[in-house]
């Protein structure tokens, strides 16, 4: 019993703890024996909530919404969101009944795919990827497919090198923009030629928006699932975490068209949350139908960051940075010049020697998946005061 115990494999195995975790936790215990850090390694929301979402939320809890919800949502934010959806991201969504309510766009992202894939499914993602988007499909017991995104064509999604990782096994194709972590922006046409691939080969498309609103130079954000004949195909997932920096809130959406998996989707939201905390629900609500001048007010200042970190990062002869159209991510590549750290020239290198040497947090780009071998990424979505001095001290470490 024991031994048996001992040898059994179960596919969580296969997932890591978390990269960025390892680095984060680093950081915190620095910070603990005093040492100044800049966060500069994970995408939180410097923001404290919209006004109106926080008088939501209080409103909630003083009116006693702390028990079970529907599983698949309140009603009225089923209702906010669908309107969201049809007027701001031009879904033709049928109704409320295809919206569904998540604990956070993670949570969207794993039931989709416990919804469309199992064992012996391929999944394509972008290479490199947010990390926790092919575990996600490995918890589903599919296999992760990369299609590698070329920074000669700025880390855009092609449409070719996916095409040519379809297999008869092939089942969905993931797509995100704005992207983490390189900050790229998907264009129609690019969203187009990747519906045309799915319908050639009878596959699902899972859109990850979560980074709608954090778009700069007045880019548009276009929604793959607006496109015609999006309809039955596409899965379009959002979050609440980055729009309206209510990260720790856990609240996200998701809709879909076909109605098997809108049923299945629903089976699982059943089995795992039973219905997001329903005062956050509230909250949700308050932010969609509310003002969206803070949003706006917080993509203008990840804008002024961006500009304030790419300044100082291109300054660094051995770094080649990637500057994004959305997201707050800066994707940098690691030169041949480098001198290295301890030994070794990796992305992890380079993130321990900008901890050790500058008290600078970043992700090394090995976590986002092969292509991001040799890459380190800084979020900046700290406070400004952290970017300003994580732009001023990283130069001098070069
Ligand atoms: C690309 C991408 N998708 C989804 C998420 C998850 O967001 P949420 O906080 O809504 O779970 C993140 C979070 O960083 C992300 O980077």
Request: glycine share 10%; aromatic share 8%.
């Given at each position: 019993m024991?031994?048996?115990k001992?040898?059994?494999?179960?596919l969580?195995d296969?997932?890591?703890?978390?990269g960025?975790?390892?680095v984060?936790d680093?950081?915190l215990?620095m910070?603990a024996?005093g040492k100044?850090?800049?966060?500069?390694?994970?995408?939180d929301?410097?923001?404290?909530?919209?006004?109106?979402v926080?008088?939501?939320l209080?409103?909630?809890?003083?009116d006693?919404?702390?028990?079970?919800t529907?599983?698949?949502g309140?009603?009225?934010?089923?209702?906010?969101?669908c309107?969201k959806?049809?007027?701001?991201n031009?879904l033709?969504v049928?109704?409320?009944g295809q919206?569904?309510v998540?604990?956070?766009a993670?949570?969207g992202?794993y039931?989709?795919?416990?919804?469309?894939?199992?064992?012996?499914d391929?999944?394509?993602i972008?290479d490199?990827t947010?990390t926790?988007?092919a575990?996600?499909?490995?918890?589903?017991g599919?296999?992760v497919?990369?299609?590698?995104?070329d920074?000669?064509?700025?880390?855009l999604y092609d449409?070719?090198a996916?095409e040519?990782?379809?297999?008869?096994r092939?089942?969905?194709i993931?797509l995100n923009?704005?992207h983490?972590?390189t900050?790229?922006?998907?264009k129609r046409?690019?969203?187009?030629?990747?519906l045309?691939?799915a319908?050639?080969h009878?596959l699902?498309?899972?859109?990850?928006?979560?980074?709608e609103?954090?778009?700069?130079d007045d880019?548009p954000?276009?929604?793959?699932?607006?496109?015609?004949?999006?309809?039955?195909?596409v899965?379009?997932?959002?979050?609440?975490?980055?729009?309206?920096?209510?990260s720790?809130?856990?609240?996200g959406y998701?809709?879909?068209n076909?109605?098997?998996?809108?049923e299945?989707?629903t089976k699982l939201l059943?089995?795992t949350?039973n219905?997001?905390n329903?005062?956050?629900?509230?909250a949700?609500?308050a932010?969609l139908k509310g003002?969206?001048?803070?949003?706006?007010?917080m993509?203008a200042?990840?804008?002024?960051r961006r500009d304030?970190l790419f300044a100082?990062?291109?300054?660094?002869k051995?770094?080649?940075?990637?500057?994004?159209?959305?997201?707050?991510?800066?994707?940098?590549?690691?030169?041949?010049?480098w001198?290295?750290?301890?030994g070794k020239?990796?992305?992890?290198a380079m993130?321990?020697?900008?901890i050790d040497?500058g008290?600078?947090?970043?992700?090394?780009?090995d976590?986002f998946?092969?292509a991001?071998a040799?890459?380190?990424r800084?979020a900046f979505?700290?406070p400004?005061?952290?970017?300003?001095?994580a732009a001023?001290?990283?130069?001098?470490?070069?």
């Amino acid at each position: 019993m024991t031994a048996a115990k001992k040898t059994h494999h179960h596919l969580i195995d296969a997932i890591p703890l978390g990269g960025i975790v390892t680095v984060r936790d680093r950081l915190l215990e620095m910070q603990a024996q005093g040492k100044k850090i800049l966060r500069l390694e994970s995408g939180d929301p410097s923001f404290g909530i919209p006004e109106h979402v926080r008088e939501a939320l209080e409103k909630a809890l003083r009116d006693g919404h702390t028990h079970y919800t529907a599983g698949a949502g309140i009603p009225q934010l089923r209702e906010a969101a669908c309107e969201k959806m049809r007027q701001q991201n031009k879904l033709p969504v049928k109704g409320p009944g295809q919206v569904l309510v998540t604990s956070g766009a993670m949570h969207g992202l794993y039931v989709a795919f416990r919804a469309i894939l199992g064992p012996g499914d391929e999944a394509i993602i972008p290479d490199p990827t947010w990390t926790e988007t092919a575990d996600n499909i490995t918890l589903a017991g599919a296999k992760v497919v990369r299609a590698r995104l070329d920074p000669e064509r700025g880390y855009l999604y092609d449409a070719a090198a996916i095409e040519k990782v379809i297999t008869k096994r092939t089942r969905l194709i993931v797509l995100n923009t704005p992207h983490n972590p390189t900050g790229a922006v998907l264009k129609r046409e690019t969203l187009g030629a990747i519906l045309q691939l799915a319908h050639a080969h009878d596959l699902y498309v899972l859109a990850d928006e979560a980074y709608e609103h954090v778009i700069y130079d007045d880019l548009p954000h276009v929604s793959i699932g607006s496109l015609p004949g999006a309809e039955d195909r596409v899965v379009s997932i959002y979050s609440m975490s980055k729009s309206f920096a209510m990260s720790g809130l856990r609240l996200g959406y998701l809709t879909a068209n076909d109605d098997r998996l809108i049923e299945r989707m629903t089976k699982l939201l059943r089995c795992t949350v039973n219905g997001v905390n329903s005062a956050t629900q509230h909250a949700g609500v308050a932010a969609l139908k509310g003002p969206a001048d803070a949003t706006r007010k917080m993509a203008a200042v990840y804008r002024e960051r961006r500009d304030l970190l790419f300044a100082s990062l291109e300054k660094i002869k051995c770094f080649k940075p990637f500057k994004p159209a959305g997201a707050f991510y800066a994707w940098v590549k690691i030169g041949a010049d480098w001198q290295g750290y301890q030994g070794k020239r990796d992305g992890w290198a380079m993130t321990n020697y900008l901890i050790d040497k500058g008290g600078v947090g970043s992700a090394p780009g090995d976590v986002f998946g092969p292509a991001g071998a040799g890459h380190v990424r800084f979020a900046f979505s700290c406070p400004t005061e952290q970017i300003a001095a994580a732009a001023e001290i990283l130069p001098t470490l070069f």
